[in-house]
């Protein structure tokens, strides 16, 4: 049979226009994580540490931590006196507490520090902390400004502490095994990621709830306000933080920094940006807030291989789209879940292309196709299969992070998300929130260490 080219059916197969069927099927792997710890040191070899903030984060680190033999937590501080009895319960053990983070920090018996607190207290925090010889697990986003961030890589470098930023997913056995693919070079020439992270829920789009105890009696509002400025008792601003500027930094803060990190740690990408785009709006959540429930993001990144392009998007009124990143590669395409890594391979073995000889002569076109077939003599070689792996059922990335940094303040060995990576990937969010704010380009000057808009 011919087809419309004059083509026969074994020529189609044979000049590749029959592939795609070729490399339909998809190898599925379920990933064997290592164990937490082999086993539990005694108690007094465990690291002794204590935790600033107990709040959602603060507890979900405790419960994870209690997971984790090689550590034990000895003390914690929030400026909410009701917190101070939650984290007791995440953990599932006493210990004292404090609303005044100091006094963990006077005490010699702690070995590190876990810093889960608004974002606008991390610098403060950890570098008290360091400055009194601890080490520090600080959640993500590692900075709230971009002054903020190089204090903090100065601080822990100068008092030669281990450092850690939380984002947790750079631990998980997911994005060692996306960044093993990375590596291994199937995926050819990436210039291209997009990654998205969407919530269609109240709290997705920070909308806590406001406890009835909530009150000037049961939180310290002036230690929470800090630099911030001064004004009267309001709750909306505690519990829901991360819609405002002044403690917050929207969804560049809290998901485009997992994105960033994530995209960081399997590509070896650990710089900022040359530029950003965002653009965005309040469409959904007209209730005060100040950071848009709509944000996307473009940035150019510099790499070894010419340049990559990231796009970002978040939207906190679809969720059709959960946490994502995909990888454009010219070999191939890698997409990530939240549970799964896939690598599909292109097609992109020689084949004969009709179309462009589609303006042409039928003589010309059977010329061509003899001239490429006598230069492709070899049958196709077969396309591989597609390959998922799939994360085990209860798979707790926090759990391995916080056992990554036990291990690190034992050894002293460098951990993968130090000061310098948590403080790229935060300067990515502050390049996507100024661009939005100021809608223009920002462009990072690495020599002045700031953001032009
Ligand atoms: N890694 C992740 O997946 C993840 C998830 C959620 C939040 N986070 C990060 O964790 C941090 C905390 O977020 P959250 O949702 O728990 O906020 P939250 O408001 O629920 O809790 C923060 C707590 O910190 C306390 N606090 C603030 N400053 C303090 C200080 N100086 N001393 C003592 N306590 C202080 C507050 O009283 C509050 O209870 C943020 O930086 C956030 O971005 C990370």
């Not at 920090?105 to 702690?110: E, I, P, S």
């Not at 610098?123 to 902390?129: I, P, Q, W």
């Not at 929207?250 to 485009?256: Q, T």
């Not at 790229?424 to 808009?453: E, L, P």
């Amino acid at each position: 049979m011919k087809t419309s080219f004059g083509m026969t059916r074994r020529d189609f197969v044979r000049l590749g226009a029959g592939a795609a069927v070729v490399g339909a099927a998809v190898k599925s792997t379920l990933l064997e994580p290592a164990g937490l710890a082999a086993q539990a040191p005694p108690d007094a070899r465990k690291i002794r540490f204590a935790i600033v903030g107990t709040g959602i984060r603060g507890c979900n680190l405790l419960s994870s931590a209690r997971n984790v033999p090689t550590g034990v937590c000895v003390g914690a501080a929030d400026l909410y006196s009701t917190r101070r009895r939650a984290g007791i319960e995440a953990f599932g053990a006493e210990f004292p507490t404090s609303g005044d983070y100091r006094t963990l920090l006077d005490r010699k018996d702690v070995d590190a520090v876990l810093v889960a607190t608004s974002d606008h207290h991390h610098r403060r925090v950890t570098l008290d902390a360091v400055a009194a010889g601890k080490d520090v697990y600080c959640e993500k986003p590692m900075s709230h400004s971009i002054e903020d961030g190089f204090a903090m890589v100065g601080a822990v470098q100068a008092n030669k502490r281990i450092f850690q930023a939380g984002s947790q997913r750079v631990s998980s056995v997911l994005y060692a095994k996306a960044r093993e693919i990375f590596a291994s070079g199937r995926l050819g020439d990436v210039h291209e990621i997009d990654a998205q992270w969407n919530r269609n829920t109240p709290g997705g789009a920070w909308v806590y709830p406001i406890p009835p105890d909530a009150s000037p009696e049961t939180i310290d509002w002036k230690g929470f306000l800090v630099d911030a400025p001064d004004r009267p008792f309001d709750p909306k601003r505690f519990f829901r933080w991360r819609c405002f500027r002044d403690y917050g930094s929207g969804l560049g803060g809290d998901l485009f920094v997992h994105l960033l990190s994530g995209i960081g740690v399997v590509t070896g990408m650990n710089t900022p940006a040359n530029r950003a785009y965002s653009t965005g709006g309040i469409y959904h959540y007209k209730d005060g807030r100040e950071f848009p429930d709509l944000l996307e993001t473009v940035f150019d990144f510099p790499s070894e291989n010419g340049g990559v392009q990231v796009h970002l998007h978040c939207n906190q009124a679809n969720d059709d789209g959960d946490e994502g990143i995909t990888f454009y590669g010219s070999t191939g395409t890698m997409v990530m879940t939240g549970k799964t890594v896939t690598f599909t391979p292109q097609d992109v073995r020689p084949k004969f292309e009709s179309y462009g000889w589609g303006g042409m002569t039928e003589a010309q076109r059977h010329k061509g196709m003899e001239d490429w077939k006598a230069a492709h003599p070899e049958p196709l070689a077969a396309l591989g299969d597609a390959e998922s792996f799939t994360l085990p059922q209860g798979y707790d990335d926090t759990a391995v992070h916080i056992a990554n940094f036990f291990n690190a303040v034992v050894t002293r060995k460098h951990v993968v998300e130090d000061e310098v990576f948590g403080n790229n990937a935060a300067i990515g969010c502050h390049m996507a929130n100024q661009s939005y704010f100021h809608r223009g380009v920002a462009s990072w000057d690495a020599a002045a260490k700031t953001i032009k808009v």
